[in-house]
Every structure is written in C-alpha cells, then in structure tokens.
C-alpha cells in the first residue's frame, strides 16, 4: 500500500492563487518522479508539471509561468504552486509518484478540486 494524500484544493476567484501538496509513505520517495494531472468536465487527463527524482521540470504550454512543481524528498511531498488562475484552470489534479516506465510502481493521489470562478 503506497497511499498519496492530496490536499489544498478549494474554490478561488480568477487571478488568485492555491497552492496543492501531495504527501507519500511507503516508498523511497527520492528515488520517485512525481507529477501533476488535471481533469476537467468533458476533457481529457492532462499532465500539467513534473518533476524527476534528478529535478528535471516539465509545464504544460497552458500552465508554463503561472504554475511552479517542488518537492521535499525529506517530508515525502510534492506541491503545485498554482498563481494567476484562470477559470479554464478549473478540474480535479490529481498526484502521481512513479518508479520507471513499467507501470508497476506507478500511484495515484485521490484527487482535489480546483474551481476558479467568479
């Protein structure tokens, strides 16, 4: 059992700022990428950021100056500091930590809703 629990979700108005954190146990999390999806209402899942175990970033052209992916290997979290929302920011993100590419030590958070709206 490797639970990620999600928190920081909430309802905010266009412009404003959330930040999101991603908290592990069970796994050496050092060694883990870590990334950010959202889904919205009718959308596909979209990777929004992410961050290897070598801190080598990635942002979706959407996000890209707006959002910032960090970690703290030492508390086993993740945040997705989220700043000039915009309404089309508005799905549920969800958390991933994942060993390799083969799927078998990929794991989910539960998700949280961000709703920006005004």
């Known amino acids: 059992q490797v639970p990620l629990v999600e928190s920081g979700g909430g309802l905010v108005q266009p412009g404003g700022s959330l930040s999101l954190s991603c908290v592990a146990s069970?796994?050496?999390?050092?060694?883990?990428?870590v990334g950010w999806y959202r889904q919205a209402p009718g959308n596909q899942r979209e990777l929004v950021a992410s961050?290897?175990?070598?801190?080598?970033?990635y942002y979706s052209d959407s996000v890209k100056g707006r959002f910032t992916i960090s970690r703290d290997n030492a508390k086993k979290t993740a945040y997705l500091q989220m700043n000039n929302l915009k309404p089309e920011d508005t799905a549920v993100y969800y958390c991933?930590?994942?060993?390799?590419?083969?799927?078998?030590?990929?794991?989910w958070g539960q998700g949280t809703q961000v709703t920006v709206s005004s």
């Open positions: 991933k930590a994942n060993y390799g590419r083969s799927g078998k030590y990929d794991y």
């Open positions: 069970g796994i050496t999390f050092s060694t883990y990428s």
């Open positions: 961050a290897t175990s070598d801190n080598i970033v």
